[in-house]
């Protein structure tokens, strides 16, 4: 038995011999959509950041006689807005609070629902029904209309519609990581921790939270998709930020007013939505078949 | 196999899922009861006094304390909660604030407008999803499987409201085939089934069955994909079956969990088309909704997401029926 394993050994290629994280990190490198997808999230987070050092015109100085200017205008790369406010400035700057209302949602739901996941997987028993089904009935709400009934009956506001979005994702992320953890939990090598005498907290922490991690935090990739857009979405509806802050959805909602006089202008804020949120999207798909290595 | 199906099999089986059935709709019970409560108790997280949306500026303590107990907000929530639950049973859910009638007959003439744009959507969305996702299953890894992929992760990734803003520019505006809002010509409440109307509701259908095409594109893809590698499809190939006979046992072992995501996707799109009919004015639950916030009307926000949120858990419980019904191997537990 112990020659058969030894041979097995040798004869295993040499990719074999590194660990699983280094193997799915090398995977995702290879690929080419995954890795452009990095490289544009990247760039728009870069510029976000930034902005300020950029050399920008100023996103909130405006100008009634050059309302409105089109795309490709000397002085004005990508037109002006309904107030004569320079849209490359203001879709730059809009980046750090789209990025951040509609991450952020997901970035406390993910701490959330991991721990809570964590807790009703492995402790079972009363402690899992009450959760599971508390998150049942988050559940039997579309996910748009419980962000906007709870926005809605918050009020407008930033910090309003941050809460709204984390509790539309914790019940989602929620019910992944109890699902990760149940699976996780009849192992052989919880078990043998468990007869060694560690406690459920060390348990817990030290050997299960690196093996559900990984398609938790798949999942929430892919969430940051869905939360950009329900968070430029309640922008849009009025739910959100306050003009004349520079933010996607709200840039889109006050320049829809603008589509008759020049359109594409008007569209830009939208395009920059739907590319975060389909990079992210892709990677969340990268990933994910990079950590199933048995492909 | 079919022939000696005996009388005796099938009786037990649709015994089965009368009892899952029945099972089903016991475990609804606390889900709905739930649902009334997280309703009720929204209006009892908006901060100020819900009473300010009505109540005139100049308004003496004693209108004030006057519509107060009129509307029942001076009594214990306990006892609030039980008394507003009494009267939805009942078909009361309020009046609204803004116009003083009776907030159920007014969800229920705008839910009519929103199932019509969805049904419509759905016509479109699960047809191409159902299409892109077999072919692309079908034909995994060739150019045909990335072109349909592609189309379904934009669908996903496309901020819908977006999406309709862009048609718009594009139908209305540039080329001038489409009427850009409203569901009729001259504003008129009345809907007929003819061109004049259905023009209406082109721009709007198509923009919400993006997504759903791009999830059940996706969800098919897989489920074709995963069913082709198994054994038994080798088997029906080895023993001569024409490959348009082993898709249609593809499309047999497909459908239930198909069928599960599509019912899903119409639940979404009914009680999620608030940015879509507001992009659109589309006179829907979804632009009532809007209304309802803006305008602090909170019976009325309470109200459209109870039942919005009821079609939902209904739906959801009709889908896991239906499944259950035409797919022998669901764990009846």
Redesign the interface.
Known sequence: MSAMSDTALQAAPASKARGYWATVARRIRRDKVSMACAVILLLIFASALLAPWLHLADPYQGSMIRRLRHIGTPGYPLGTDELGRDMLARLIYGGRLSLVIGILPVVLAFIIGTSLGLIAGYVGGKLNTAIM?TV??FY??????LA???S????AGITNSIVSLTIVFVPQITRVAESVTTGVRNMDFVEAARASGAGPFTIMRVHMLGNVLGPIFVYATGLI?VS??LA??LS????GTKPPEPEWGLM?NTL?TA??VN??V??L???M??AV??CF??LS?GMRSAMDIRN | MRATFSHKGRRKKEHNVLAYTSRRIVYVIPIVLSVALVCFLLVHITPGDPLVAVLPADASQELAAQLRSAYGFDRPLPVQFGLWLWRAIHGDLGNSIATGRPVLSEVMRAVGNTVMLAIAAAMIGFTLGLLFGLIAGYFRDTWVDKVATSIAIAGVSLPHYWLGMVLVIIFSVQLNWLPAVGAGPGGSGAWAWDWEHLRYLVLPAITTSVIPMGIVTRTVRALTGDILSQDFVEALRAKGLRETEVFRHVIKNAAPTALAVMGLQLGYMLGGSILIETVFSWPGSGLLLNSAIFQRDLPLLQGTILVLALFFVLLNLLVDIAQAAIDPRIKRS
């Open positions: 089904r049942d009935v039997a709400f579309p996910s748009v209309l906007i009934a709870i809605g009956a918050l009020g998709s950009m857009i430029a979405g849009f509806l009025g739910l889109l829809r589509i008759y359109p594409w008007a569209a804020p939208g395009a939505i739907f949120s389909i999207n892709l798909d």
